[in-house]
């Protein structure tokens, strides 16, 4: 991995994740999952085999095992919409949205838009028109991209590591600088030369909805896949909602239930 020495700007460092990006590959992983959410103030916990695929820079498909139900946990992304379903006797919902209109909503368990930051792939867009909504600062061994509002409120901040270069820590924000969401990022993996997916990613909230929920994954036999046109066809496009007791419309930070 090369080593990133010396002072920066938040432009220099916004083009060294975006050129890593340009080396990134679709690939496919199995591992594991500890989930442990909270219903009316009761600890739930589950640990549960996952399989992973992923088609940068839009599309995502994590499936896990639960409660000897194969897809009991499934996740997605598309182009345009993106999903999530949990089939337990707590939680038995499935969650769809278009990007479009919004593609983060912190009453998600686990949200499709975090995912795909966490493996890199749209962690700092493309658009060099929006780097003066970027704040660079150093922190103990980091340096710390902060993406701000319009009114100079922080959105997100990423924690790239100074010896590696790869993103250790994205935390997600209130309007009030409050973090609500923790994604932490480790043991990356060399999947191709200059591409690096994290191998264990752990989730947690840090504040309002569902507060103390958290979702740790650990993935093994990354690999570099090779999608046909039938398979990413099949994980890749949002799947009907069916044998759910609630299904819900994720708009921006509102959730709508639909009716069945």
Known sequence: MPVCPGKKSAAEALTILRSRAQNMVAFRA?????????????????????KQWANPPVEVYLQGDIA???RGLVLGSNEHEF?????????????????SEG???EKLVISPKIMLEAFGIAAVGSNREEERDWLL???DGFDVLTQRSDEGQAIKKLYISNCDYLIRKIEYFYTNNEVMVAAELEEYKEVVKGFFVPACIKITKRAGVNRGDSVRITLDSIKKADFQEKLRTRLFTRPDPQG??????VVGSRIV???Q
């Open 83 to 99: 999903w999530l379903s949990i089939k337990l006797e707590e939680i038995s919902s499935y969650w769809w949205g278009l990007w």
């Open 244 to 249: 759910f007791k609630h299904v819900y419309k």
């Open 257 to 259: 239930e639909q009716p």
């Open 30 to 50: 199995n591992g594991q999952c500890l989930l442990e959410y909270y219903v009316e103030g009761e600890k739930h916990k589950e640990n549960f085999p996952v």
């Open 68 to 70: 000897f139900d194969p």
């Open 137 to 139: 600062s150093k922190e």
């Open 103 to 105: 593609g983060y909503n």
